[in-house]
């Protein structure tokens, strides 16, 4: 069991736990390499700017002890930076920023609507490419389920923004989803939910 909350906050100890995490959610049949972003001053990385963007979703809180940047392999190339946000004495795994390269091309950008109380958001940006993705409905009905903007961990309400954006990038486009963690066995375990955004990600590109 792995709830994803810790009674520590050393970036040795987490790191190895998240993994195991990642690993068996991708199927990865080997570790998954990652690296670790404290946030410090230093050179500039996607794993940084990423890391950045999901700091940025709690609404700047200088609460995020640093981001578990995971280069993931299979079922396709992708990465994921998981923030870990102190609490006491302990830490947990906040955002969960995905994003991956897809082989269609998008002129500008394409983000989701914010969640609405009553229907389904809807794809706005490039007209091409949201005309194409509304017309299939249950693409956004999965993000939305899939991109939580709020989630129990423990006794710890954690909330934030949406973000889903595809940006133009040669040769193609990067998908940009974030998420929390969804609890389960009554808190304690979780999910990531990486095959979910492995599925997204495909029927995404089946769309364009």
Do not use: H, W
Request: glycine share 10%; charged share 20%; aromatic share 6%.
């Amino acid at each position: 069991m792995n709830n994803l909350l810790y009674a520590n906050q050393q970036a040795e100890k987490i790191g190895p736990q998240v993994e195991e995490k990642v690993r068996k959610e991708t199927g990865s049949t080997s570790p998954v390499a990652y690296t670790i972003e404290s946030g410090e001053a230093g050179s500039t990385t996607v794993g940084s700017v990423l890391g950045d963007v999901a700091r940025g979703l709690f609404g700047g809180k200088t609460n995020a002890l640093f981001t578990l940047v995971f280069d993931i392999a299979t079922p396709r190339a992708a990465q994921l930076c998981a923030t870990v946000i102190r609490q006491g004495v302990g830490a947990y795994v906040g955002t969960l920023l995905y994003s991956t390269k897809l082989s269609k091309t998008v002129k500008s950008e394409v983000s989701l609507e914010p969640p609405k109380t009553f229907g389904s958001s809807k794809f706005i940006g490039d007209a091409d490419t949201i005309t194409k993705l509304n017309a299939k409905g249950d693409i956004a009905k999965r993000i939305g389920k899939f991109a939580r903007t709020k989630t129990e961990m423990g006794s710890i309400t954690v909330e934030m923004a949406r973000l889903f954006k595809i940006v133009p990038q040669d040769s193609g486009s990067l998908l940009i989803v974030n998420t929390l963690p969804r609890m389960t066995a009554m808190g304690m375990d979780a999910a990531i939910d990486a095959k979910e955004f492995f599925e997204i990600a495909a029927m995404i590109e089946a769309a364009l």
